[in-house]
């Protein structure tokens, strides 16, 4: 069985930065595109980064575009997700995904899911 860890969310100040790990078991990381996701209260999941199983191709969401950097580490079996300046309104529960499309917009169609992780940003 697969499973999807997410963490280093945490309450930062506007303008902070943090850095999101996800870790899986029960499979090889290697083998599976990841991706990051959020859902801020009232809203709609948002596909925040992708990127594809060698690391060498990557997406983002356009709100994020320049803030947010997505890397792994498949020795490690770990996927990053380097946020900086954040804005109040990258408040969010971030979710890690596994097995899904890298391409541009990053479609929720991934198989393995975390519970995810908080991210709360004061102004």
């Known amino acids: 069985q697969v499973q999807v860890v997410e963490s280093g969310g945490a309450l930062v100040q506007a303008g902070g930065s943090l850095r999101l790990s996800c870790t899986i078991s029960g499979a090889t990381f290697g083998d599976y595109a990841m991706a990051w996701f959020r859902q801020a209260p009232g809203k709609e999941r948002e596909g925040v980064s992708c990127?594809?199983?060698?690391?060498?191709?990557?997406f983002y969401a356009d709100s994020v575009k320049g803030r947010f950097t997505v890397s792994r580490e498949n020795a490690k079996k770990t996927l990053y997700l380097q946020i900086n300046t954040l804005k109040p309104e990258d408040t969010a529960m971030y979710y890690c995904a596994a097995d899904g499309p890298t391409v541009v917009g990053c479609p929720d169609e991934y198989v393995y899911w975390g519970q995810g992780t908080q991210v709360t940003v004061s102004s």
């Open positions: 990127i594809s199983r060698s690391g060498g191709r990557t």
